[in-house]
Structure formats: C-alpha cells, structure tokens
C-alpha cells in the first residue's frame, strides 16, 4: 500500500537556524510528491513538488526539498527560519491508483523561536 | 487559496440534519476533490470528481453526498447518517495538464 510518513509531530527551531522537516514515503515506480503547508483555520498552500528531474527542488518562501530515490525520502528544508514559517507542513505523495488522490502524512508542526 | 472558494467558514449541524458545504472554484479546473481533516491524522479524501456530472467515492464516503452540475461546483452535503461530522473540510481543484492540486480556505463543521 502507498503511504507517506512524517515521523516528527513537531519540529522546534531557533530563528536564523537551518530547518528540516523529514518525510519518508512508501510507493511503487516513480513517485509524484509535494509539499503544503498550513496556517491556522486556513487551506493549504502549495509550497513544491517533486516529479522528475534534478533531486533538489526550489519552492515558495525560500523552502526546498530533496528527493532522495534509494532513502525513499523528501525532506524538506530552509537554509534560514523565520518566526512566520511556524505553521503545519504536510507532505503527500500522489496515489498511483488514478484519479489523482493525494496521500498524505499526519503534518508537522513546525515552531520558529525568536 | 487562489481562486478556490468555500463557504461557510464555519457551519454547526444539529443532530438529524443534512448541512450542504459549499465549493467554487473560477480556475477552469476540471478536477475537483473533497477532503476531511482532522488532528494529528492528516486528509482524507471523501469524493473527487474528473468532469462534470461525474463524481467518485474515495476512501471515506459514507454519510456524505456531492454532486457536480457545473464545472466550476462540487457542492458537499454532509447527512445524518455521518455520526462523527467535526472536521475541517477542504476542497481542491487540479487543471487537466498539472499535477498540483490547489485547496480552499475549508469550512469547519461543528455539531451542536
């Protein structure tokens, strides 16, 4: 069964400090995977995917992510944390069935400290 | 939230009820999806459909309902025989040539 791992519920960081945010995934063939991240009472917002190409993808708001094919991993990261990243970040990968069901992991919540 | 709306942003059911949960989306997208949120177990999907007038359960339909009359609606009804309806409920539309979903700003349903 296809399915996405988030193993930290919550990831705490000083300001300025490099931040990672881990996901695992568990699919068959090539996989399609994306981050989100979510604000309190709000939708969420698109930050990056993965479909093919180079294994480094550059997103929104300074983020990034890492493929990495043979850890079955796609961490996301930042090079510096802000205060207003502290949010929920969810990452799916899309289910291989059809229809385009996304699969998605439990979130993390990341807290940026001043 | 791009062109996505939802509405209410917050809806109470009373035991018995249907309550209906509105999704517009003016971004041309052909598919469209409906999820439930709750703490600590990330989303699940209940309904998506690929075009007009055609709708697929997914992984959580029970007591729950949608249709999809226009392209750019996929209303979402929540009935009585959905004994657990707290959630945030968020929708999302995909267009034909991409592979990103985009979601609404949710509707947080609460039983009174």
């Known amino acids: 069964a296809q399915s996405v791992a988030q193993p930290e519920d919550q990831v705490n960081v000083a300001e300025g400090n490099p931040l990672t945010v881990k996901c695992t995934y568990s699919v068959s063939g090539n996989p399609y995977l994306f981050w989100y991240v979510q604000y309190p009472n709000r939708g969420l917002q698109f930050l990056l995917k993965y479909i093919t190409g180079d294994n480094l993808v550059k997103g929104s708001y300074g983020f990034e992510a890492e493929f990495n094919k043979s850890q079955t991993s796609f961490h996301l990261k930042k090079p510096s944390a802000l205060v207003s990243d502290s949010a929920l970040y969810f990452c799916?990968?899309?289910?291989?069935?059809?229809?385009?069901?996304?699969?998605f992991g439990a979130g993390t919540r990341l807290a940026v400290h001043p | 939230d791009g062109g996505i709306t939802q509405s209410p942003k917050y809806l109470f059911r009373k035991e018995g009820q249907n309550v209906t949960l509105s999704c517009e989306q003016n971004l041309n997208h052909d598919a469209m999806y409906w999820y439930r949120q709750d703490p600590g177990q990330g989303l699940r999907l209940i309904y998506y459909s690929q075009i007009v007038n055609d709708f697929q359960k997914g992984d959580i339909a029970e007591g729950y309902s949608v249709s999809r009359e226009k392209k750019e609606s996929f209303p979402l009804t929540v009935t009585s025989a959905q004994k657990n309806p707290t959630a945030f409920y968020l929708c999302?539309?995909?267009?034909?040539?991409?592979?990103?979903?985009?979601f609404g700003p949710g509707t947080r349903l609460l039983v009174l």
């Open positions: 799916a990968v899309r289910d291989k069935g059809g229809y385009n069901k996304l699969i």
């Open positions: 999302a539309s995909k267009g034909d040539s991409q592979e990103t979903q985009y």
